[in-house]
Nanobody, 122 residues
Framework: QVQLVESGGGSVQAGGSLRLTCTASGSIFRINAMGWYRQAPGKQREFVARVTSGGSTNYADSVRGRFTISSDNAKNVVYLQMNSLKPEDTAVYYC????????????????WGQGTQVTVSS
């Protein structure tokens, strides 16, 4: 079984910073990529940032230049450093990863964390 566990959310004033962490654990054979999505109240879940196992990154236009995604492949951890936060960044942030678990016949599939709340006040 594979689990993703996020931490690091909280409340901050506009212009502040937060760092989110997501750790993948369990019967992991390989991780293709890890990333972050977010969902604000009344809105659909949207892509934030992603990093592949090879280190390639991509970002949503709304966060590029303010957020930085990084990973520690040896520890199966992904980070999201969020700077210059804005009220519109307020959302539940979800970790997402493409993981192939151990076991004969396993395939690559998507896993999600439980989410962590980020609140930015003006």
């Amino acid at each position: 079984q594979v689990q993703l566990v996020e931490s690091g959310g909280g409340s901050v004033q506009a212009g502040g910073s937060l760092r989110l962490t997501c750790t993948a654990s369990g019967s992991i054979f390989r991780i293709n990529a890890m990333g972050w999505y977010r969902q604000a109240p009344g809105k659909q879940r949207e892509f934030v940032a992603r990093v592949t196992s090879g280190g390639s990154t991509n970002y949503a236009d709304s966060v590029r230049g303010r957020f930085t995604i990084s990973s520690d492949n040896a520890k199966n951890v992904v980070y999201l450093q969020m700077n210059s936060l804005k009220p519109e960044d307020t959302a539940v942030y979800y970790c997402n990863s493409g993981i192939q678990s151990l076991g004969r016949g396993s395939v690559l599939r998507d896993y999600w964390g439980q989410g962590t709340q980020v609140t930015v006040s003006s």
